[in-house]
């Protein structure tokens, strides 16, 4: 277990976690966010009128949302990684029988489980460094949907790697491809045509024990322009085709 020393010191917000129902009754991330975003500046506007201070505003920034979107997170980590998230309070430590053992894993100042690594000294951005651990879940799949969304529906190998940037999520290629293979839109631009199914043959294409040319086929096309001297004159073309050969004259 690698602790790391601005993490040394835990610090919860003391918000509720948003109820996974909120999670589960909405296919859209963005309108689950702006739902916890309300409900937390109505929990500061009745902590704030309890405590007789300012009204805060309800104007919604980009930190509210992100904020919002740790909340949801850290609800799903404690019910998928609870005896993970007990033992890291605890010991410091995950069990020995978790999958999540291999990736040293840490609790951030917002309660997250992240993957701690080696990689804490290197000139990268704290979310790529320490990506946020998850695993098959209802908003692992909306926050998959929505990248798959933000870039303009790229192919599962670009999602999964644009996802994976800040998430380490377990089965995550496998998440990925059954998530980009339900967008519609994907499916219309880039689905093959069902190949159509064939007559079947004549039987004069079937004939044994026939001479070459007994059955043809005649393909005539034409006119073509050809100049000859200082004058244009049109010719045609035929080919015949042996049925049973495939030869051509």
Same mark, same amino acid.
């Given at each position: 277990?690698?602790?790391?020393?601005?993490?040394?010191?835990?610090?919860?917000?003391?918000?509720?976690?948003?109820?996974?129902?909120?999670?589960?009754?909405?296919?859209?991330?963005?309108?689950?966010?702006?739902?916890?975003?309300?409900?937390?500046?109505?929990?500061?506007?009745?902590?704030?009128?309890?405590?007789?201070?300012?009204?805060?505003?309800?104007?919604?920034?980009?930190?509210?949302?992100?904020?919002?979107?740790?909340?949801?997170?850290?609800?799903?980590?404690?019910?998928?990684?609870?005896?993970?998230?007990?033992?890291?309070?605890?010991?410091?430590?995950?069990?020995?029988?978790?999958?999540?053992?291999?990736?040293?894993?840490?609790?951030?100042?917002?309660?997250?489980?992240?993957?701690?690594?080696?990689?804490?000294?290197?000139?990268?951005?704290?979310?790529?460094?320490?990506?946020?651990?998850?695993?098959?879940?209802?908003?692992?799949?909306?926050?998959?949907?929505?990248?798959?969304?933000?870039?303009?529906?790229?192919?599962?190998?670009?999602?999964?790697?644009?996802?994976?940037?800040?998430? %380490? $999520?377990?089965? /995550? !290629? =496998?998440?990925? +491809? *059954?998530?980009?293979?339900?967008?519609?839109?994907?499916?219309?631009?880039?689905?093959?045509?069902?190949?159509?199914?064939?007559?079947?043959?004549?039987?004069?294409?079937?004939?044994?024990?026939?001479?070459?040319?007994?059955?043809?086929?005649?393909?005539?096309?034409?006119?073509? %322009? $050809?100049?000859? /001297? !200082? =004058?244009?004159? +049109? *010719?045609?073309?035929?080919?015949?085709?042996?049925?049973?050969?495939?030869?051509?004259?």
């Amino acid at each position: 277990m690698t602790v790391l020393p601005e993490d040394a010191a835990i610090q919860v917000e003391n918000f509720p976690a948003p109820s996974l129902s909120v999670v589960q009754k909405y296919s859209s991330l963005h309108k689950i966010l702006r739902i916890v975003c309300r409900l937390r500046q109505v929990l500061w506007c009745w902590k704030a009128k309890k405590l007789k201070l300012p009204t805060p505003s309800f104007r919604l920034e980009a930190g509210d949302f992100q904020r919002a979107l740790n909340l949801c997170i850290r609800d799903v980590q404690r019910v998928e990684f609870s005896k993970e998230l007990r033992k890291l309070l605890k010991d410091g430590e995950v069990p020995k029988s978790s999958r999540t053992r291999i990736l040293t894993p840490f609790i951030d100042r917002e309660g997250i489980i992240r993957v701690g690594g080696r990689l804490h000294h290197a000139s990268m951005p704290y979310e790529e460094k320490h990506p946020i651990i998850l695993t098959d879940h209802e908003l692992t799949r909306l926050i998959v949907w929505d990248v798959h969304l933000k870039f303009n529906h790229c192919g599962p190998e670009r999602t999964f790697y644009e996802a994976g940037a800040r998430y %380490w $999520i377990f089965g /995550g !290629r =496998r998440l990925t +491809k *059954r998530i980009v293979a339900k967008c519609v839109k994907c499916r219309r631009m880039f689905g093959k045509p069902m190949p159509p199914l064939m007559a079947r043959l004549p039987k004069h294409r079937l004939a044994d024990r026939v001479f070459p040319f007994a059955n043809v086929g005649i393909d005539f096309f034409g006119p073509f %322009w $050809i100049i000859i /001297g !200082r =004058r244009r004159e +049109k *010719r045609y073309g035929c080919i015949f085709t042996c049925l049973v050969t495939r030869a051509v004259r």
